[in-house]
């Protein structure tokens, strides 16, 4: 008894602690303990609460991901309806807007609070004695989704509030992804050959909409509030006192918001934002302003569509016009066809534009662009250019329709379009630029990693016809090595023994090297420790490859036709010829059955941070040398994290999952090197 009361104690005051800190870390940048210390409390809490399973509370920090995926959402109601702010283009609008505020209050003084507008999803929270209760999409303004397992995993919303407010407090903001954030998932997507996203808004509103929210916890979302629902109840007379007490509470309060005394300092501020919006880490469309006091507000009240006290200022666009000289027809690794525009070079939002993608048939027709036409480029958030429009007005005389050729451009093959996709494809194997693409894929970092085989080697051995596909890398002569441009002697030495080296690469790297369609170097993991050697592979069905974990019938089909290909298999000999590896180092045939004893043995192991002594590739191979498998991101599936220096984000989230967490000097006793 006297055991379980301090064991309560020592959790409620670890929890406080957590909390503390948590705040510290996450809302207000300013950490006040080390990772390490942290991870003592942290560890100290997950084992306590282990012993008595009896006093683990849903806000305790160590409860972020719970529970099992859900099938959908409920509708929640919300208490009052989440209006949107109308929007304004120009001064001249927020000084009409002014007018007609100061026409509502005749003789009052109106201040205003000039805040950023930030390009993400919009959610209520709802706390209840404290506790984070409820959380919901803004939907259609009355009725959302109810989002709380997910808005639990973002580790700036409190699970508990560390100030009192009252008994219900509820807040509304904004839910977004940094664009550091962003730049990572779309690099590990890309890893991981899953299609990236378009700007951090639409990563930040597809990760809320995942039904597990594990996977949620491994995006890197967060969170700024900027609503304090029902303020007048807690005391609060203004805008700016709300924003403060959002703050008071613990939770990351609306950002740079500032009091202005009137309509022409807002506007002073909009335009000082306007033009340093990009030193920041999240993208903001505008600015918002409001009116500071809540009693000129509730006077002002709403239209039925929104409120007569706040209006967003939008900034325009970041675009340009340029003229299209060409529309071209590039050929992919997988042999897909995409039309991209040639533009007369133009300068948008710190670079310089000369293409951009028209992605397929369908996209150039509902643009209905057409070589010579003047047509808009935008870059938002995104990296990528995109053509937004023509200039219909400016096209001269009746340019022809641009057509997706019948034939590969590169080597004049018929292209197919499979059923169900928008996308033509050139289906020869052995088309020069399919070939080129597939064989700078095998030798990239991550795959067999061959240096000195670059994009102008690589041009010249398939121009020259000295190889037809990647197979005849091991079969290169010397002689005609140093023959090329630009290579002599010692390059082509170094390039044979890089090739030599490669050979060693573990089975599972080379099957992410072939460049299946859909095999990214996680999928590939996955095949090679469930079928440990391309005998097995080549032996398994299309319905056994479909029943693996992370598989599933796409893959499944894919790999299926890639093995079965004569074309293919032909390739597959040459390699085998050369001595690659084609099994898993280890014995056994399943995952799990790896070396006794190996503490890695089917472990989902996550790396973070720079190594000293190995590189990544090597750790990674190491590591599933020992039957571990390494993964690009934290999730509730992570069971180990190691962090060398300067771990990033990565820990962070592994910490408020508990995941275990060994550093460097750990991983290699693990590794019994
Ligand atoms: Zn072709």
Known sequence: ????????????????????????????????????????????????????????????????VGGEPAQGFETVTHSVPMLSLDNTYSPEELREFDARVRKNLPGEDVAYVVELKLDGVSVALTYEDGALARGAT?????????????????????LRLAGELGAVVEVRGEVFMPRSGFDELNRTRKREEAPPFANPRNAAAGSLKLLDPAEVAARPLDAFFYQLVDASSHGVETHHEAIAAIAAIGLRASPEASLCDDIESAIERCGEWQDSRGGLDFDIDGMVVKVDSLDQQRRLAATAKSPRWGIAFKFPAQSETTVVLDIVVQVGRTGKLTPVAILEPVFVSGSTVSRATLHNQDEVDRLDVRVGDTVTIEKGGEVIPKVVNVVKSKRKGRPRRFRMPSKCPVCDEPVAKPSGEVDLRCENVSCAAQVKRSIEHFAARGAMDIEGLGTALVEQLVERGIVEDFGDLY??????????????EKSTDNLLAELEKSKDRPFARLLFALGVRHVGSRVADVLAAEFPSMEKLRGASEEALAEVDEVGPVIAGSVRAFLSSKHNRAVLAKLERAGLTMRSKRRGSRAGSSPAGSRLAGKTVVLTGSLEGMTRDEARDAIAAAGGRVTGSVSAKTDLVVAGKDPGSKLAKAKKLGIETIDERRLRKLLGA
Request: net charge negative; proline share 6%; charged share 40%.
């Open 475 to 488: 079969s290169l002569d010397r002689d005609e090595l140093i023959d090329l441009e630009r290579m002599g």
């Open 138 to 158: 803004r939907g259609d303004g009355r009725r959302g989704d109810d989002v709380t397992a997910n808005l639990r995993t973002v580790p700036s919303i409190p």
């Open 1 to 64: 008894m006297g055991a379980k009361k301090g064991a309560e104690s020592r959790i409620d005051e670890l929890r406080q602690l957590i909390r503390h800190h948590d705040r510290k870390y996450f809302v207000e940048n300013d950490p006040e303990i080390s990772d390490r210390t942290y991870d003592r409390l942290m560890e100290e809490l997950v084992s306590l609460e282990a012993e008595h399973p009896g006093l683990v509370t849903p806000d305790s920090p160590t409860q972020r």
